[in-house]
């Protein structure tokens, strides 16, 4: 029977009736049988932490967890009967101070640091979205909230990257025309950049910072483009007489002259041997340069100048965009655009593949567009547009993570990096003070270049390395200044 008084059931050894019968030979076990009823059961398990067995402690029973280390007051859930008043001191106050230690520990780790005990708050409603309950979300342990708890590493928060906001090398490049519908910039797989000044094309090492003058077109003709080859030292030069001239840089020698265009060529793009070349006759001229013929095939469908042209990554399609306010896609082997999208309400000269995605193409449209638009060539859907408030001038997408850089001119003239497919901005790179027309990224795909009206070429780190998104370009980091590059 319970003790009148509500003490705890002590080890009992005076009565025979409520002894096991064993042998004397055999140790008397001091395990007290006495009845309880259902109700006192269940009283002493929810009170159990008022009522604590000398001899062991109830961890649980068959079907019934412990209530030993239960909060009950934290929940609003009180027990089914008062405990009693008139207990006398628990003999083992280590037991009832590990009790209290665990239950606070596991307070902690359920519901965070900040929950208050039941003695503090007892009315309080713990699940309400309030930043002390929140998890650490680059929380790696169990318990979360490892951060303040010490002798337990945790995972850092990373830290937004920071993109320099000046430029770490200017150029001058007298001549640079305020062209929209030109391209006149581009950096090759060697590490060199050409650049059409007038009617002249110089190369400038980023490895030395040497300039090299690689030909000149004579007062009759001017430069409306220039192109690198994907692998070797070959350029290719779109000129304003319609002309495309190829030229081996490493020996500062013209190859070959190609005809076929009327108008002037602004836009250029290499497929390995193949060279697609953009014209203002509309007309986009695929040509092979190991054929004899200056070209193979003739692609149709614009109406107006071609100024963007670019070709996939694995280099099975080519995108178009021109002066019609249309981006077409082009297959290796059509002489008509196998998908149209006129969503663009200006120019469309800024194209961009993605190189992390199949398919994944970026295009910008000119003043009275200003928007940039995703498109999914595999599923042939627009993906999404953002209008940017100015004039898309270029596009470029790093190699190294998932970004991209556009360029813009009228009322901004600016440099944006954004983070895709969110597009949220990273950084705005001022400085230019005419729209930023060009650009070009280093074969390390961390460093862009950017030209303007302005006749300067900047050059500035945005991108990390493949490796660490925090070592620096080699190519620029250490050549500060201004110079000339004529």
């Known amino acids: 029977m319970d003790d009148p008084t509500g003490s705890p059931l002590r080890n009992q050894s005076a009565s025979s009736s409520s002894q096991l019968n064993v042998p004397s030979t055999m140790p008397r076990p001091s395990v007290n049988l ?57 003999p083992d106050g280590g037991k009832e101070d590990s009790s209290s230690a665990y239950a606070s ?85 060697h590490n060199v950049l050409a650049v059409g000044l007038g009617n002249c094309v110089y190369l400038w090492n980023a490895c030395s910072s040497k300039v090299t003058k690689l030909c000149d077109l004579g007062i009759d003709d001017s430069v409306c483009s220039v192109g690198w080859a994907q692998r070797g030292t070959h350029l290719a030069v779109g000129t304003s007489n319609g002309k495309v001239q190829i030229w081996d840089a490493s020996r500062c020698k013209r190859v070959r002259t190609m005809e076929g265009h009327r108008l002037r060529v602004g836009a250029l793009a290499w497929s390995s041997s193949l060279l697609s070349s953009g014209s203002r006759d509309k007309s986009i001229l695929q040509r092979d340069i190991r054929a004899q013929e200056d070209f193979v ?49 200006a120019a469309v000269k800024a194209i961009a593949w993605s190189p992390h995605l199949h398919g994944l193409l970026a295009s910008g449209g000119g003043t009275a567009d200003r928007c940039i638009r995703f498109w999914n060539t595999t599923t042939n859907s627009h993906l999404s547009c953002m209008d940017t408030g100015s004039q898309v001038c270029n596009l470029v997408w790093s190699k190294n993570v998932n970004e991209l850089v556009s360029t813009h001119g009228y009322s901004q003239n600016q440099i944006i990096v954004w983070r895709y497919p969110n597009m949220s901005k990273l950084a705005t790179l001022t400085g230019h003070t005419y729209r930023v027309l060009y650009l070009a990224i280093s074969p390390d795909g961390q460093t862009i270049v950017t030209g303007a009206g302005d006749e300067t070429l900047r050059f500035w780190n945005v991108f990390p390395s493949p490796k660490s998104q925090t070592t620096d370009s080699e190519i620029g980091a250490s050549s500060l200044g201004r110079t000339t590059i004529r």
């Open 105 to 189: 520990l596991l307070r902690t780790a359920l519901f965070g640091p900040h929950t208050p005990d039941k003695r503090d708050s007892p009315g309080r409603n713990i699940f309400r979205f309030k930043s002390e309950t929140r998890q650490s979300m680059h929380s790696l342990s169990p318990f979360g909230f490892d951060e303040e708890r010490p002798g337990v590493s945790h995972s850092p928060v990373k830290t937004p990257r920071k993109v320099p906001r000046s430029p770490y090398k200017v150029l001058d490049a007298p001549a640079l025309q305020d062209d929209f519908y030109l391209n006149l910039v581009d950096w090759s797989a």
């Open 34 to 90: 006495e009845t309880l009823t259902p109700s006192d059961h269940v009283n002493r398990l929810i009170n159990s932490n008022h009522y604590v067995s000398p001899s062991r402690t109830i961890f649980s029973d068959r079907f019934i967890p412990s209530r030993s280390s239960s909060n009950f007051a934290l929940f609003k859930i009180s027990s089914s009967s008062p405990p009693p008043s008139g207990n006398p001191p628990t």
């Open 297 to 345: 095939s003739k692609l149709s469908g614009h109406k107006s100048e071609v100024c963007g042209l670019k070709w996939s990554y694995d280099n099975r399609e080519l995108a178009s965009g021109g002066n019609d306010n249309r981006l077409f896609v082009w297959n290796q082997h059509a002489t008509q655009p196998v998908l149209k999208y006129s969503e663009h309400t």
